[in-house]
């Protein structure tokens, strides 16, 4: 009977291990096709280009939002993820 609840714990612990490697591993994965990274990139480029012009928010902003698309442009562009 010893032995049965050994061999349970063990494949609780093995279960719960398991699920929690495939929810880390889900977590970093990528779910953009290469034809929606490449609008994202467009739409950020439109944004860079043209959104000053808009005048809705204040030069500081504005850089400040433009870093912040760069670093996400860089990011789908050197993701190397499911296309």
Not at 23 to 43: A, G, L, P, R
Not at 46 to 53: A, H, L, M, S, Y
Not at 58 to 73: F, M, P, R, T, W
């Amino acid at each position: 009977m010893l032995i049965l609840h050994i061999i349970l714990v063990l494949l609780v612990i093995i279960i719960l291990f398991l699920s929690l490697a495939l929810y880390f591993f889900s977590k970093k994965t990528n779910y953009y096709s290469k034809k929606e990274k490449e609008f994202i990139v467009f739409v950020i480029d439109i944004f860079i280009e043209f959104g000053d012009d808009l005048g809705i928010q204040s030069k500081e902003q504005y850089n400040k939002v433009v870093d912040e698309l760069n670093k996400i442009k860089n990011k789908l562009l050197n993701n190397k993820g499911v296309d």
